[in-house]
C-alpha cells in the first residue's frame, strides 16, 4: 500500500480506523489522510511520513488513538492541535525537552490515578523492569 493508494480511501469519508503501520506511505498519502475527517484511529507507525506530514492530519478533529512510533518526528506541533486524542504513541528519542513535557503532561493527563512519569522517563525505561525468564530444559 503506497501513496496514489490512498486517495481512493477519500471514497470512505466516514471511516473511522484506518491501520496503515508498515506501508510504503509518506508525505503525499498524508494530505489525503487529513482530509478523512471521521477518523479516530490511525496508525502510522513504521512509515515515511515525517512531522511535516503529521501537519496535514492538525484538523482530524475526532482523532482519539495515533500511533506514530518510528516515524522521523522532531516536532510535535501537528499533534498538539488534536484535541480529542487520547492515546498517543510516538518514539521520544528525537524530539525537544519541551516535547518530552508535552508528552510527559499529556500520558499523566490520559492515564487516570496512575502515579506521574517521573521527568528522566525513556520508554526504555520500562524494559529494564521485566522480570528475566528461567531458562526451559
Request: proline share 6%.
Amino acid at each position: 500500500f503506497a501513496d496514489q493508494h490512498v486517495v481512493h480511501l477519500l471514497k470512505f469519508p466516514n471511516l473511522k480506523r484506518l491501520e496503515l503501520t508498515n506501508t510504503l506511505v509518506g508525505g503525499r498519502a498524508a494530505e489525503h489522510l487529513g482530509k478523512l475527517r471521521h477518523l479516530e484511529a490511525l496508525s502510522l507507525g513504521g512509515t515515511a511520513i515525517t512531522g511535516k506530514g503529521l501537519a496535514h492530519l492538525a484538523g482530524l478533529d475526532s482523532l482519539q488513538q495515533l500511533n506514530i512510533r518510528g516515524l522521523e518526528v522532531e516536532d510535535l506541533s501537528a499533534v498538539k492541535k488534536m484535541d480529542a486524542l487520547n492515546d498517543l504513541q510516538v518514539d521520544t528519542e528525537r524530539l525537544s525537552d519541551a516535547d518530552k513535557q508535552w508528552m510527559r503532561d499529556f500520558a499523566t493527563k490520559h492515564r487516570g490515578d496512575l502515579p506521574p512519569l517521573p521527568p528522566d522517563f525513556e520508554d526504555d525505561d520500562l524494559l529494564g523492569e521485566l522480570p528475566e525468564l528461567p531458562d526451559v530444559p
